[in-house]
Every structure is written in C-alpha cells, then in structure tokens.
C-alpha cells in the first residue's frame, strides 16, 4: 500500500514538473524515429486541457490537441451533419517512467491520442461491426482528419507495418495538417519515420 502511495506520488510530482516547466526538446521532427517517440514540443510542453468522454469522464489532453478535435469535430458536424466524440482519450498511468528524456515516452504518454465514435440520425457508431453498410461515414471522417492535423494511427492494411489492427475510431494529433499530410504520403506514422 505504501508503495503504491509513493508512485501515484512521484507520477503526480512528475506531472507537475513537466507541466510548469519548458521541456528540453530536441530539434528532430518525430524523435528518434520511433512511431512511439513523439516530439513532446507539441503535447507535453505546452498547455492541457480538460475533455469530457461519452461516459463522462474527464480527461486531460494538450490543449492544441484539444482545439483541433473541437475544430474537426464543428467542421465535421457543420458539413455532413456527423457527430464526431471522444470515446476515450490516452493518457499517463502509473507505469509511466517520467524520469525518461520526454522523446521516449509512448503514444499512451503524449496526451494527443482519442478514441473517437461517431453519432448520426441518433445512432452511436462505435466498432466496425456498427458501421456495417454505413462506410461512407467513416470515408468523411478519415478524408478530413489531415486538415485538422490528426492521422489514422491504425490504419487498414497496414497491420503488418504498425504491429496492430486496423482501427478506425484511433486517431492522433500530430501537430499541424503539414505533418499530417507527411505522414498520409508514406501511408503510415512507422513508414514515414523509415524513410
């Protein structure tokens, strides 16, 4: 129990430090090009922000990953009467070695990864089993998260190059809709950091 204490502890103090203080960022556009080693100048150094999930639950997220979500989300609604809602976001657990330099920390540990659902005619798409016969609305969102600055982390027929399933409802922030358009080019975040 103490121990536990202590860790929940240090993470929280961790949190704290890296929150207040400027983080040494190295000049390199994504890390030591590692899919899971994020240049943190985009989620970690700057500001967070407060994000309500479908359950309700509150998590903290950067605050410019947040403004594009809110961006895509009014632009996704506004021109195809979609809904698009944070399912779940990605966040610190107590496993997470703050003590590392912070272009070593996971994609879990960037505070820029969402679990997205979609809403439209008050029907909750949430799996791709949901979305059986209804691809057009997955073709929209895909199509329109590069303008936004968000990439497909996991996407269909690259299984094999990301080492997961595909996953449609998994986006990420990653800075700005130049990179993101970088990335699409390569067909996936691991492949553009090969090149």
Same mark, same amino acid.
């Given at each position: 129990?103490?121990?536990?204490?202590?860790?929940?502890?240090?993470?929280?103090?961790?949190?704290?430090?890296?929150?207040?203080?400027?983080?040494?960022?190295?000049?390199?556009?994504?890390?030591?090009?590692?899919?899971?080693?994020?240049?943190?100048?985009?989620? $970690?150094?700057?500001?967070?922000?407060?994000?309500?999930?479908?359950?309700?639950?509150?998590?903290?997220?950067?605050?410019?990953?947040?403004?594009?979500?809110?961006?895509?989300?009014?632009?996704?609604?506004?021109?195809?009467?979609?809904?698009? $809602?944070?399912?779940?976001?990605?966040?610190?657990?107590?496993?997470?070695?703050?003590?590392?330099?912070?272009?070593?920390?996971?994609?879990?540990?960037?505070?820029?990864?969402?679990?997205?659902?979609?809403?439209?005619?008050?029907?909750?798409?949430?799996?791709?089993?949901? $979305?059986?016969?209804?691809?057009?609305?997955?073709?929209?969102?895909?199509?329109?998260?590069?303008?936004?600055?968000?990439?497909?982390?996991?996407?269909?027929?690259?299984?094999?190059?990301?080492?997961?399933?595909?996953?449609?409802?998994?986006?990420?922030?990653?800075?700005?809709?130049?990179?993101?358009?970088?990335?699409?080019?390569?067909?996936?975040?691991?492949?553009?950091?090969?090149?």
């Amino acid at each position: 129990m103490k121990r536990n204490y202590f860790k929940y502890l240090a993470l929280v103090l961790s949190f704290l430090v890296l929150v207040c203080s400027s983080v040494h960022v190295r000049a390199t556009e994504f890390g030591d090009k590692d899919p899971n080693q994020v240049n943190p100048r985009w989620f $970690l150094g700057g500001p967070k922000e407060t994000v309500t999930t479908t359950e309700g639950d509150r998590r903290l997220v950067s605050k410019s990953a947040a403004d594009a979500y809110y961006k895509y989300a009014a632009f996704m609604r506004e021109e195809y009467g979609v809904i698009i $809602l944070i399912k779940d976001t990605y966040m610190p657990t107590l496993d997470t070695d703050f003590s590392v330099a912070p272009n070593m920390l996971r994609d879990e540990d960037t505070f820029s990864a969402f679990d997205v659902c979609i809403r439209q005619d008050d029907t909750l798409y949430d799996t791709v089993e949901s $979305l059986e016969g209804k691809s057009e609305i997955l073709i929209k969102m895909h199509e329109n998260l590069e303008q936004f600055g968000f990439v497909l982390r996991y996407p269909k027929g690259k299984e094999n190059i990301t080492g997961h399933d595909y996953d449609p409802f998994h986006i990420r922030f990653v800075g700005s809709r130049d990179s993101a358009k970088k990335i699409n080019e390569y067909g996936s975040l691991e492949e553009y950091l090969e090149r």
